[in-house]
């Protein structure tokens, strides 16, 4: 089975600050794994996604995350915030033949002026 | 033009009361789902279609039923609805069934249950 865990709810941030949400997945075979990014009221886009081509994944507005195995981890990074950036952001796992997407619990990410 | 529109996109009923959320997609994928967003913004899915065919069934009660007509649509259909069925539901596509393919949802539909 596959998982994925979330480190903290919500993250507050200064605007211009380092943005560090944490992902840690759970998975038996080969995972994929991504990050999607909620604004209020809207669906889920992709921020990016890891298919095992670089650890380092470079997204969209600045976010890149690096996939690292013997930590089973894939932060979410991005040098400086924005105001914009404010949203849930949620890291998920699937793997080939798997026929589902897992989705963590989700990170607030709040920015402060 | 919107990928994955969903109708409606706010839903008020009463208890007991039968409701229908439908789905399109224009992007010419193979794979649709539906996803249900608790008030905690848990995410979970409930269901999958490939090609018109069911292929995840989630834990759900037997009131939700999904309707697939054609690979571009899929409905949800919600009888005796409950409390605890409040939420927003998502429908998202792919363009195949599993691996690194990425999910494309459409905005919602908030369900609200009185």
């Known amino acids: 089975a596959q998982s994925v865990t979330q480190l903290g709810s919500h993250v507050s941030v200064s605007e211009g600050a380092l943005v560090l949400l944490r992902c840690n997945y759970s998975?038996?075979?080969?995972?994929?794994l991504f990050w999607y990014v909620q604004y209020p009221n809207q669906g889920l886009q992709l921020l990016l996604k890891?298919?095992?081509?670089?650890?380092l994944v470079k997204g969209i507005n600045g976010f890149e995350a690096e996939f690292k195995k013997s930590e089973t981890s894939f932060h979410l990074t991005k040098p400086s915030a924005h105001m914009s950036d404010a949203a849930e952001y949620f890291c998920?796992?699937?793997?080939?033949?798997?026929?589902?997407?897992?989705f963590g619990a989700g990170t607030r990410l709040f920015v402060k002026a | 033009d919107t990928a994955v529109s969903q109708t409606p996109k706010y839903l008020v009923t009463q208890m007991g009361n039968d409701k229908s959320i439908k789905c399109e997609q224009n992007?010419?994928?193979?794979?649709m789902y539906w996803y249900k967003q608790d008030s905690k913004k848990f995410l979970k899915i409930m269901f999958s279609?490939?090609?018109?065919?069911?292929?995840i069934n989630e834990t759900v009660p037997n009131r939700f039923s999904p309707k697939s007509p054609d690979k571009a649509h899929l409905n949800l259909h919600i009888n005796s609805l409950e409390l605890g069925d409040s939420a927003v539901y998502f429908c998202?596509?792919?363009?195949?069934?599993?691996?690194?393919?990425?999910?494309?949802f459409g905005a919602g539909s908030r369900l609200t249950v009185l």
């Open positions: 279609y490939n090609n018109k065919e069911l292929i």
């Open positions: 890891y298919t095992s081509a670089a650890t």
């Open positions: 998975s038996s075979v080969p995972p994929y």
């Open positions: 998920a796992v699937s793997s080939t033949g798997g026929f589902k997407t897992i």
């Open positions: 992007l010419g994928h193979d794979t």
């Open positions: 998202a596509s792919s363009q195949a069934v599993s691996g690194a393919n990425v999910l494309t």
